[in-house]
Nanobody, 121 residues
């Protein structure tokens, strides 16, 4: 599956953004989907994941309560609604697809190209 992420931008602290990731191909509904992020000089880190049917969701402690992941299998799209953004959320955000249920980046077989989120005053 090929992934295309979008929706990044520059936002003030406390602001909101919604990221989208559109998948090509007919197998989107066969994948668990996740969002990762990577800040300059840091390793790529898990942000959130959602299971195939969208029932089970998981978040990192740093975004829990502020970010919401969702998916629309009819539109081959996964979303990340981000609220109450802070400076530490500045990073390039990547969507990724995995057959299994995992938080490990190396076990995700498809990646979007990344979309930049900058929180700045």
């Amino acid at each position: 599956v090929q992934l295309q992420a979008s929706g990044g931008g520059v936002v003030l602290p406390g602001g909101s953004l919604t990221l989208s990731c559109v998948a090509s191909g007919r197998t989107f509904s066969s994948y668990n989907m996740a969002w990762f992020r990577q800040a300059p000089g840091k390793e790529r880190e898990f942000v959130s994941r959602i299971t195939i049917a969208g029932i089970n969701k998981d978040y990192s402690e740093s975004v829990k309560g502020r970010f919401t992941i969702s998916r629309d299998n009819a539109k081959n799209t996964v979303y990340l609604q981000m609220n109450d953004l802070n400076f530490e959320d500045t990073a390039t955000y990547y969507c990724a697809a995995a057959r299994g249920l995992t938080k490990r980046p190396d076990l995700h077989e498809s990646w979007g190209q990344g979309t930049q989120v900058t929180v700045s005053s």
